[in-house]
């Protein structure tokens, strides 16, 4: 925010009023003249999964909150105190609106730790642990395990929290479950299928195929892949989603 | 296929919108992991919990998804239902059906008495 001495030395003047006064045409002025810092900040936090709009409302309301705190008397530009009032404040609506998609932290650390223990673990007892036992080499309660092994994938509903409002356009599962499309085929759906593994990798069109199509367990895979059996898993829940956003595509 | 015992029925209602599938997950997993499953199987069934749950979600016309995990001698069954849209069908897509069949050992999806309903079955380890 670029202001020219003059254009500083009036604000600074407006603020000095404001905090003298309490004048409401006042504060809207300062807050409409700085408008644009406050949409500059929304945007850093857009393409997170919150409307933009939504963002845009906390960013007026921590610039609200900025105008009325700000003391011109300190030897500080109103634009930094705006930016750290603005970013709070966002990051507070992050932190409350959006619980329900945020994964808490200690989960999220002890999901890498996860693998390696589970790793560990099949091979020294030749078969996949159990929660109970991977929680005694963690060190850790059986539902942290589980918490933790959420943070691994979520592998359907993951790729559809993030919809379009309850307006938009229905997604292509949705016509598919429509009243009109009761009949589709499933050989229909079997060429599409067909098609869209063609257009993977080879590594992740194997594990797709020897998971899904010859019903071997992620461990068996991973042993033949030469990977570990967490890998195989994220690789799967990745490989689905691609696979299940080209067949949306493809049917739409 | 053996009889419910009582004491063995872990009952869930969730908002049926897709943000509350984890819960659902994580609820199956705790259970599945108190029968003894290990977490490869546990892996299998969040799959299989997390395809269900989003079609019935997705197909639904309620508020609301009412969930059963039931444990019986031989199987642990989850069995879903939620208000239907008032069509008279549900489909099965066949990457879903695929994947379902690796990782359950039975399962459905219907629509009965206007209410959209799933069900899938995993069979207790032998230890």
Redesign the interface.
């Known amino acids: 925010m670029a202001l020219s001495a003059h254009e500083r030395a009036e604000s600074r003047a407006k603020f000095i009023e404001y905090r003298r006064t309490g004048d409401r045409k006042l504060r809207n002025e300062l807050i409409e003249a700085h408008r644009s810092l406050a949409s500059h900040l929304a945007r850093r936090y857009a393409h997170r999964g919150e409307p933009f709009d939504d963002l845009l409302q906390v960013a007026y309301l921590g610039m609200l909150k900025a105008v009325e705190r700000f003391d011109p008397e300190r030897n500080l530009e109103f634009s930094t105190y705006a930016t750290v009032t603005v970013e709070g404040e966002l990051k507070r609506h992050f932190r409350d609106k959006t619980w329900s998609v945020r994964v808490p932290r200690r989960p999220q650390e002890l999901h890498l730790r996860l693998a390696n223990v589970i790793n560990e673990l099949s091979q020294r007892l030749s078969r996949a642990p159990r929660v109970p036992e991977v929680a005694a080499e963690l060190g850790v309660s059986e539902e942290e395990v589980l918490e933790a092994m959420e943070v691994g994938g979520a592998y359907r509903s993951a790729s559809l929290d993030t919809r379009p409002g309850e307006n938009a356009e229905p997604t292509a599962i949705e016509r598919r479950l429509g009243t009109e499309d009761q009949g589709f085929d499933i050989a229909e759906h079997r060429v599409l299928l067909e098609t869209v593994l063609g257009d993977l990798s080879e590594r992740e069109r194997m594990i797709v195929e020897l998971r899904f199509f010859h019903e071997r367990t992620q461990t068996e895979i991973a042993e033949e892949v030469g990977i570990s059996q967490m890998h195989v898993s994220r690789l799967l829940a990745r490989t689905l989603m691609q696979l299940r956003e080209r067949l949306e595509t493809l049917e739409a | 296929m053996g009889h419910e015992q009582p004491g063995n029925v872990v009952r869930l209602t969730v908002p049926a919108t897709?943000?509350?599938?984890?819960i659902i997950?994580?609820t199956g997993?705790?259970v599945a992991?108190r029968l003894?499953?290990?977490?490869?199987?546990?892996?299998n069934l969040?799959?299989a919990i997390?395809?269900l749950?989003?079609?019935a979600i997705?197909?639904a016309g309620g508020p609301e998804l009412e969930i059963s995990f039931v444990a019986t001698e031989s199987e642990l069954r989850i069995i879903g239902r939620a208000p239907g849209r008032?069509?008279?069908?549900?489909?099965i897509?066949?990457?879903t059906?695929?994947?379902l069949?690796?990782v359950v050992d039975d399962y459905e999806l219907r629509v009965e008495d206007g209410h959209v309903c799933f069900s899938c079955i995993t069979r207790r380890p032998l230890r």
Do not use: C, P, T, W
């Open positions: 897709l943000e509350f599938a984890r997950r994580l997993s705790g992991s003894g499953f290990d977490v490869e199987e546990i892996e969040r799959v997390d395809e749950a989003s079609l997705e197909a008032g069509g008279a069908d549900v489909g897509d066949a990457l059906a695929q994947i069949k690796a």
